[in-house]
């Protein structure tokens, strides 16, 4: 049959088929797989990406202006900011003009890349109230998708004037300025994780084999995965662009599932061997079950993935495309390569034998969970109600979350550039993070439109919230209108959100009233596009929750054939999300741990994160979810009571989930060790959910439900009886020898 072999009527289901042919094909399964990775990373990196463009990413309203910007013809150059300020003296003052005068020359000095250099001494709207600070403004030449590209050797010049002048402030801000240094930030905490990561998940494994070829396997494989991902990814992007955190996500989740997929399948192999068992017949025996296993978890894992192409926004498309790419690589890779390698290397897999390391045991069984369960089991209702208990306590703080979209604030304070954000914003407040109206119309320059945009002027201001200067910018074809200016706040927090509620609610609506029909008027800026994506999370998320719990539920009714389980199932996933958004609340929202991990509150959550770690965790929970109870169902199929199967069940698989849980907490804190907000948010958020799922819930709530439950666990009504099933068919029992086949040559079996 292709390299598989039916032995005493056994049955195989589609992983056990992969693992024989691989095993009969181990050469063109080995190579097959390492010429995809050479060829998609070649290709990707040959191809480079095609990244999200910021009319791409917005929401609403905000979306809705940035497109009508995006195609208006607008030559938008990135205006960059050099800060001059002094304690003591003025801007009237002479030694004050004098450093403002070293600026501007340092600067004009760029001409290949400077223009329109704007001397605060000629415009009111460049100096601060109290005289104190003023701001040298000047654009780079071209497109400010470009500029980051330019801008350092400028940087330098400001940081030599000042050096020139150390009682003075003189530093530099502004979009291209800014978004060199995030993108640096970016790139060197990637590098950070993409070394860390390997050797990290190298040392748990060692400790969890205790041989060294056992140990890299997986390592060898997840890494391999990622890398093939992201080439893929890379190609992808040219017909769906790319988010800048996709690169990311691949390597962390990849790591994570490919490690735990390969994981699953190896121990169970060697579980089968220590048993006495040939080994054609182990690989066969861990591909039937725990590859089974892996590939149902991997479908359930693209399943939740997939959710996120609900939430309405280009970035969590390119999220959710990386992830199912890197997920559905990470199964082919498990169910193809691994079981060729296991067939090749046979005992070899045991050599590398690390010094006072324990070997990874014969029968898998968990004294330390066998310690855990005998209360547990002993006691089912109470360890249900006290764990069940205390995970609803942590979620409590969920309901207070309060999101907002990552900004310059949010960068860590030990950038210098940071520093300076701040120092400007307090001087110029709003002056950083403008608002802009845009207008379009057949012809904005029309007498009616600019009777309006003095009105506006004048409403803006009476209103306290929003400030001078107010810039007026056209298209070349005069349909377009921007409208420029500050915002009260520091852009995302009380004060900006409610500036911007006056301004879409109080203003412009009366001044529009007076414009020509068919005029189209929308509001972006940063304040803008926090609340639209905002808000478009909580139009969305009842959508992306429906889809990922109804076809998880779907998948797991086929696959154990119980209406219970994928209700039990959801049910406990949602309080370990539940509770880790609490403990996210708890530490970044509300601030604890701030010196601990290295981080400044801004007293919210990135707004994207939530339903990116509802998705991520759901599926993530899921691995361990079905990997457990098709070993517990594998045994109640046997005749063994559920009771005692579930024990056993646990024991056996308690090693291996533990193992892989360490595995991912690893992964996934080295992400939270990172100086981004948002990826150390989410790497905390992801390795406490994991923690929270790999203990509480499956060594404690998982096993006391299905105690209390009995029987029930497999409850299936009559009129369901017709579903299919997605169940491991591998039938091969400890009861009844399996019949070894004849072998060739190679060692590959043929037909019994």
Same mark, same amino acid.
């Given at each position: 049959?292709?390299?598989?072999?039916?032995?005493?009527?056994?049955?195989?289901?589609?992983?056990?088929?992969?693992?024989?042919?691989?095993?009969?094909?181990?050469?063109?399964?080995?190579?097959?797989?390492?010429?995809?990775?050479?060829?998609?990373?070649?290709?990707?990196?040959?191809?480079?990406?095609?990244?999200?463009?910021?009319?791409?990413?917005?929401?609403?309203?905000?979306?809705?202006?940035?497109?009508?910007?995006?195609?208006?013809?607008?030559?938008?150059?990135?205006?960059?900011? /050099?800060?001059?300020?002094?304690?003591?003296?003025?801007?009237?003052?002479?030694?004050?003009?004098?450093?403002?005068?070293?600026?501007?020359?340092?600067?004009?000095?760029?001409?290949?890349?400077?223009?329109?250099?704007?001397?605060?001494?000629?415009?009111?709207?460049?100096?601060?109230?109290?005289?104190?600070?003023?701001?040298?403004?000047?654009?780079?030449?071209?497109?400010?998708?470009?500029?980051?590209?330019?801008?350092?050797?400028?940087?330098?010049?400001?940081?030599?004037?000042?050096?020139?002048?150390?009682?003075?402030?003189?530093?530099?801000?502004?979009?291209?300025?800014?978004?060199?240094?995030?993108?640096?930030?970016?790139?060197?905490?990637?590098?950070?994780?993409?070394?860390?990561?390997?050797?990290?998940?190298?040392?748990?494994?060692?400790?969890?084999?205790?041989?060294?070829?056992?140990?890299?396997?997986?390592?060898?494989?997840?890494?391999?995965?990622?890398?093939?991902?992201?080439?893929?990814?890379?190609?992808?992007?040219?017909?769906?662009?790319?988010?800048?955190?996709?690169?990311?996500?691949?390597?962390?989740?990849?790591?994570?599932?490919?490690?735990?997929?390969?994981?699953?399948?190896?121990?169970?192999?060697?579980?089968?061997?220590?048993?006495?068992?040939?080994?054609?017949?182990?690989?066969?025996?861990?591909?039937?079950?725990?590859?089974?296993?892996?590939?149902?978890?991997?479908?359930?894992?693209?399943?939740?993935?997939?959710?996120?192409?609900?939430?309405?926004?280009?970035?969590?498309?390119?999220?959710?495309?990386?992830?199912?790419?890197?997920?559905?690589?990470?199964?082919?890779?498990?169910?193809?390569?691994?079981?060729?390698?296991?067939?090749?290397?046979?005992?070899?897999?045991?050599?590398?034998?690390?010094?006072?390391?324990?070997?990874?045991?014969?029968?898998?069984?968990?004294?330390?969970?066998?310690?855990?369960?005998?209360?547990?089991?002993?006691?089912?209702?109470?360890?249900?109600?006290?764990?069940?208990?205390?995970?609803?306590?942590?979620?409590?703080?969920?309901?207070?979350?309060?999101?907002?979209?990552?900004?310059?604030?949010?960068?860590?304070?030990?950038?210098?550039?940071?520093?300076?954000?701040?120092?400007?914003?307090?001087?110029?407040?709003?002056?950083?993070?403008?608002?802009?109206?845009? /207008?379009?119309?057949?012809?904005?320059?029309?007498?009616?439109?600019?009777?309006?945009?003095?009105?506006?002027?004048?409403?803006?201001? /009476?209103?306290?919230?929003?400030?001078?200067?107010?810039?007026?910018?056209?298209?070349?074809?005069?349909?377009?209108?921007?409208?420029?200016?500050?915002?009260?706040?520091?852009?995302?927090?009380?004060?900006?959100?409610?500036?911007?509620?006056?301004?879409?609610?109080?203003?412009?609506?009366?001044?529009?009233?007076?414009?020509?029909?068919?005029?189209?008027?929308?509001?972006?800026?940063?304040?803008?596009?926090?609340?639209?994506?905002?808000?478009?999370?909580?139009?969305?998320?009842?959508?992306?929750?429906?889809?990922?719990?109804?076809?998880?539920?779907?998948?797991?009714?086929?696959?154990?054939?119980?209406?219970?389980?994928?209700?039990?199932?959801?049910?406990?996933?949602?309080?370990?999300?539940?509770?880790?958004?609490?403990?996210?609340?708890?530490?970044?929202?509300?601030?604890?741990?701030?010196?601990?991990?290295?981080?400044?509150?801004?007293?919210?959550?990135?707004?994207?994160?939530?339903?990116?770690?509802?998705?991520?965790?759901?599926?993530?929970?899921?691995?361990?979810?079905?990997?457990?109870?098709?070993?517990?169902?594998?045994?109640?199929?046997?005749?063994?009571?559920?009771?005692?199967?579930?024990?056993?069940?646990?024991?056996?698989?308690?090693?291996?989930?533990?193992?892989?849980?360490?595995?991912?907490?690893?992964?996934?804190?080295?992400?939270?060790?990172?100086?981004?907000?948002?990826?150390?948010?989410?790497?905390?958020?992801?390795?406490?959910?994991?923690?929270?799922?790999?203990?509480?819930?499956?060594?404690?709530?998982?096993?006391?439900?299905?105690?209390?439950?009995?029987?029930?666990?497999?409850?299936?009504?009559?009129?369901?009886?017709?579903?299919?099933?997605?169940?491991?068919?591998?039938?091969?029992?400890?009861?009844?020898?399996?019949?070894?086949?004849?072998?060739?040559?190679?060692?590959?079996?043929?037909?019994?």
């Amino acid at each position: 049959m292709g390299g598989g072999a039916k032995a005493n009527g056994a049955r195989h289901n589609a992983a056990s088929r992969a693992a024989g042919w691989s095993a009969a094909h181990w050469k063109r399964a080995t190579f097959g797989w390492l010429a995809f990775v050479a060829a998609a990373v070649l290709l990707g990196t040959a191809s480079g990406s095609t990244t999200l463009k910021q009319e791409d990413t917005a929401s609403g309203e905000a979306a809705t202006a940035e497109h009508i910007l995006a195609h208006a013809g607008f030559r938008r150059p990135a205006t960059e900011s /050099v800060l001059v300020q002094s304690k003591t003296q003025t801007v009237h003052d002479q030694g004050f003009s004098s450093v403002i005068g070293e600026v501007i020359k340092a600067v004009s000095a760029f001409k290949k890349d400077v223009t329109r250099v704007r001397n605060p001494q000629l415009s009111a709207t460049q100096v601060s109230r109290d005289g104190h600070s003023a701001l040298v403004q000047f654009d780079i030449k071209g497109d400010q998708d470009d500029a980051k590209g330019k801008v350092q050797p400028i940087v330098d010049a400001v940081a030599k004037v000042q050096d020139t002048y150390p009682d003075f402030r003189v530093e530099e801000f502004g979009f291209a300025s800014a978004n060199h240094v995030i993108d640096k930030t970016l790139q060197e905490d990637f590098t950070k994780a993409e070394v860390l990561s390997i050797p990290v998940t190298l040392i748990i494994l060692v400790l969890a084999f205790g041989t060294l070829v056992a140990a890299g396997i997986p390592v060898l494989l997840a890494f391999t995965a990622v890398l093939g991902a992201i080439g893929l990814n890379q190609l992808l992007s040219h017909v769906l662009p790319t988010s800048d955190v996709t690169k990311s996500v691949i390597l962390l989740v990849g790591m994570a599932v490919g490690v735990d997929y390969s994981l699953f399948y190896l121990r169970r192999e060697r579980e089968e061997r220590g048993r006495g068992h040939s080994p054609h017949n182990s690989l066969l025996r861990a591909a039937g079950t725990s590859g089974q296993a892996v590939l149902i978890s991997g479908v359930t894992v693209l399943i939740a993935m997939a959710g996120m192409l609900f939430a309405g926004n280009t970035v969590f498309t390119s999220i959710g495309l990386g992830t199912m790419i890197v997920v559905f690589v990470a199964v082919v890779g498990s169910l193809s390569v691994l079981p060729a390698l296991l067939h090749k290397l046979g005992d070899r897999v045991e050599k590398g034998r690390v010094p006072f390391v324990k070997k990874g045991g014969k029968t898998g069984e968990s004294r330390f969970w066998g310690a855990v369960l005998r209360p547990v089991l002993a006691h089912p209702w109470v360890s249900m109600i006290v764990s069940g208990g205390l995970l609803l306590a942590l979620a409590v703080p969920a309901f207070q979350m309060h999101t907002k979209l990552p900004s310059f604030t949010d960068l860590p304070k030990s950038l210098a550039i940071v520093d300076t954000y701040a120092r400007v914003q307090n001087a110029f407040p709003g002056s950083q993070t403008p608002a802009e109206v845009v /207008v379009r119309a057949k012809n904005v320059r029309t007498k009616a439109y600019a009777i309006a945009y003095r009105q506006f002027r004048q409403t803006a201001l /009476v209103t306290g919230e929003l400030f001078q200067p107010f810039h007026v910018f056209f298209s070349p074809d005069n349909t377009v209108a921007r409208v420029e200016f500050s915002i009260a706040g520091d852009g995302d927090n009380e004060a900006s959100q409610h500036a911007l509620q006056t301004l879409r609610t109080q203003v412009i609506p009366p001044i529009a009233t007076s414009l020509p029909p068919n005029t189209e008027i929308a509001v972006t800026g940063q304040t803008a596009g926090t609340h639209d994506f905002n808000e478009l999370m909580k139009e969305r998320a009842p959508f992306v929750f429906a889809f990922v719990l109804g076809l998880a539920f779907v998948l797991l009714l086929l696959t154990f054939r119980s209406i219970v389980v994928p209700i039990k199932a959801i049910i406990l996933n949602l309080l370990s999300v539940g509770a880790a958004y609490g403990i996210l609340i708890m530490v970044f929202q509300w601030g604890h741990l701030e010196g601990l991990l290295g981080y400044t509150s801004n007293g919210a959550i990135t707004s994207w994160l939530p339903l990116f770690l509802f998705v991520i965790l759901f599926g993530l929970s899921m691995d361990y979810h079905v990997f457990i109870l098709s070993r517990i169902k594998e045994l109640v199929d046997r005749g063994m009571p559920t009771e005692q199967a579930v024990e056993q069940g646990i024991k056996t698989t308690a090693g291996t989930v533990t193992s892989a849980a360490i595995v991912m907490v690893a992964v996934f804190g080295i992400f939270g060790s990172l100086r981004e907000l948002d990826i150390k948010q989410m790497g905390f958020g992801l390795a406490v959910a994991v923690l929270i799922d790999a203990t509480v819930i499956r060594g404690v709530l998982l096993p006391s439900t299905m105690k209390v439950l009995g029987e029930w666990n497999w409850y299936l009504p009559k009129w369901l009886e017709w579903l299919p099933s997605l169940a491991s068919e591998s039938s091969f029992t400890d009861e009844e020898e399996a019949v070894e086949a004849p072998v060739d040559a190679h060692g590959v079996p043929g037909p019994t």
